[in-house]
């Protein structure tokens, strides 16, 4: 029987402190009864802290960059990474432990059922995420998102936000074309203007520890 082929994708950058915690709560989550198979990597962005240190003492599977590359060039290298496995669908986790693992099964099930492209997961769709940021972020957070509507016609309430995933051919568009300098917000458009098709889904994310 086929099996989707799902990859989490960790960008971690000097997080000596959550990266452990992070990538248990991933293979406990992983060890549960899913219709699809859950694999992730780790890409160390060029950590100066004992990121690296116990990343290789735990045996995690891990990309190790020999610089910083940045959000954007870390995430390139994870969707270049998912190209070349073959992976069906590739998801932004962050290595902070803001996202819940527990939302990731309503973030794909929409890209499984081939009802889009790409989905977005969402702190404000309906204000039952835990954490929603301070009133300044949230104010740029609502300006990103009437400029992308204005340019796009996309509407996205969380267009910052770093919980997502992408489908085999959103895969290989991003894995040639991902933004470095405002990369969440940047490569909703990118996609918009490409016709892929977009969705948000509601999450719940935490305080970073």
Known sequence: MFQLKVLLMIPA???????????????????????????YIVINDGSVDATERICREKRFRTIHLIQNLGIGGAIQTGYMFAKI???????????DGQHDIACLDKLLEP?????????????FLDGSSGFRST???????RFLS??????????????????????KQAIAFLSRNYPVDYPEPESIVELSKHSFRL???????FERA
């Open 13 to 39: 950058y000097n997080e000596e402190d959550n990266i452990e915690r992070v990538v248990e709560g991933v293979r406990e989550f992983a060890a549960g009864q899913k219709p699809y198979q859950l694999d």
């Open 85 to 95: 496995k073959g992976y069906d669908i590739a998801v932004q986790f962050d290595g």
């Open 111 to 123: 890209v499984m059922n081939g009802e889009c492209d790409f989905t977005v997961g969402s702190r």
């Open 135 to 141: 009133a300044l972020r949230r104010f740029g957070i």
């Open 146 to 167: 009437m400029i992308i509507r204005i340019f796009t016609g996309t509407r996205v309430t969380d267009p910052t936000s770093g919980f997502r995933a992408a489908n």
């Open 199 to 205: 969705r948000e889904v509601q999450v719940n994310m």
